[in-house]
C-alpha cells in the first residue's frame, strides 16, 4: 500500500509567477485536501475536493485553486505568488467523507517565494 | 469558531521519563481527534485517531485520552527516546464543518541523551 506522495519536494518562484503542485492519494483514498503550513505553525485547511469536485474552502483567496482527477490525484495552482505564500504544502488524503475516516498526509512541498 | 491550543510550546526532557502533551479545543461538536508527529520540514505521520464516542487509545509507547465535555486531550509518551524528538500536532474535524482538520501550533519535544 503506497502513502500519499507529492511533488517536487521543494521549489523557488518569484513574487507574481504561477506554480502547481502535485498529490498522489493514498490507494483506495478518494478525498484529497490541501493544508498550508507556514513556520511554527500549525496546518491550514485550504480546500478539500471529493469526486473531482471542491467539496470545501478555507480562508484563502480565489488565486488557490485545485483539481481532482478521476484517479483521486490532485493539482494545487496558485496564481500571482506572493512572498508569504512561503510555505510547506500539505496534502492529505481520506477514504471516504464519514465523520470515522482520519487523514493520511504526504511528506509536503517547500514553496519559497522570493 | 474552533480553536485548537497545544500546551506546553516546547519540552526539554531526559531519556527515559514519561511526559504528557496537552490539547484543547473550544468546542465539544467534533467527529474526532488525530494526533501527529512531524519532524523538521517534514510532512506529518498520524499516531492516533480517536473517535468522539471514544475515550482513548494506545499504540505502543503512546497513550492518548479524550474528554470531550471538557474540550481536552492528552498524549502520553512513556519511556521517552531521543527518536521521539519532533513536533507534536493535535487536530480536530469540527462537526460544524466536517471536511477539514483545525490544528493546534504544536508541541517541540526534545528528548535529551
Known amino acids: 500500500e503506497t502513502g500519499v506522495t507529492q511533488s517536487p519536494t521543494h521549489l523557488i518562484k518569484t513574487r507574481g509567477q504561477q506554480v502547481t503542485l502535485r498529490c498522489s492519494s493514498q490507494s483506495g483514498h478518494n478525498t484529497v485536501s490541501w493544508y498550508q503550513q507556514a513556520l511554527g505553525q500549525g496546518p491550514q485547511f485550504i480546500f478539500q475536493?471529493?469526486?473531482?469536485?471542491?467539496?470545501g474552502r478555507g480562508n484563502f483567496p480565489p488565486r488557490f485553486s485545485g483539481l481532482q482527477f478521476p484517479n483521486y490525484s490532485s493539482e494545487l495552482n496558485v496564481n500571482a505568488l506572493e512572498l508569504d505564500d512561503s510555505a510547506l504544502y500539505l496534502c492529505a488524503s481520506s477514504a471516504g467523507q464519514g465523520s470515522g475516516y482520519g487523514y493520511t498526509f504526504g511528506s509536503g512541498t517547500r514553496l519559497t517565494v522570493v | 469558531k474552533q480553536e485548537v491550543t497545544q500546551i506546553p510550546a516546547a519540552l526539554s526532557v531526559p531519556e527515559g521519563e514519561n511526559l504528557v502533551l496537552n490539547c484543547s479545543f473550544t468546542d465539544s461538536a467534533i467527529y474526532n481527534l488525530q494526533w501527529f508527529r512531524q519532524d523538521p520540514g517534514k510532512g506529518l505521520t498520524s499516531l492516533l485517531l480517536i473517535q468522539s464516542s471514544q475515550r482513548e487509545q494506545t499504540s505502543g509507547r503512546l497513550n492518548a485520552s479524550l474528554d470531550k465535555s471538557s474540550g481536552r486531550s492528552t498524549l502520553y509518551i512513556a519511556a521517552s527516546q531521543p527518536g521521539d524528538s519532533a513536533t507534536y500536532l493535535c487536530?480536530?474535524?469540527?462537526?460544524?464543518?466536517?471536511?477539514?482538520?483545525?490544528f493546534g501550533a504544536g508541541t517541540i519535544l526534545r528528548v535529551k541523551s
Open positions: 475536493y471529493y469526486r473531482e469536485e471542491e467539496n
Open positions: 487536530a480536530v474535524r469540527p462537526m460544524e464543518y466536517g471536511n477539514k482538520l483545525v
